[in-house]
């Protein structure tokens, strides 16, 4: 059974920082792609970043390039959002993905609220 545990959500004030994690269980982890999507209230889900299996490129939302790393730890079968100068606008539920072609997985969300 799969299983995409996410966490570190949580309120923090813009231009804060915060470190989401999505841990991975159930699969062979390095030969997915792992993804973080995001769904504000009202908007579409979003892509915010991805990486490739075994971690070989990135990509990510022009909104959020710059601010945020995604990086994935093939020894603990994790994925991290590393969020930078956070802004209100980056409040959302965060979503991590696994994909390997027309395989996917999707974990809970998890809260993410920039406000002062």
């Known amino acids: 059974q799969v299983q995409l545990v996410p966490s570190g959500g949580g309120l923090v004030q813009p231009g804060g920082s915060l470190r989401l994690s999505c841990a991975a269980s159930?699969?062979?982890?390095?030969?997915?792609?792992m993804s973080w999507y995001r769904q504000a209230p009202g908007k579409e889900r979003e892509l915010v970043a991805g990486?490739?299996?075994?971690?070989?490129?990135?990509n990510y939302a022009d909104s959020v390039k710059g601010r945020f790393t995604i990086s994935r730890d093939h020894a603990k079968n994790t994925v991290y959002l590393q969020m930078n100068s956070l802004k209100p606008e980056d409040t959302a539920v965060y979503y991590c993905?696994?994909?390997?072609?027309?395989?996917?997985?999707w974990g809970q969300g998890t809260q993410v609220t920039v406000s002062s």
């Open positions: 159930g699969l062979t982890f390095g030969a997915y792609a």
């Open positions: 993905n696994a994909r390997r072609g027309a395989r996917g997985y």
């Open positions: 990486i490739t299996s075994y971690g070989g490129s990135t």
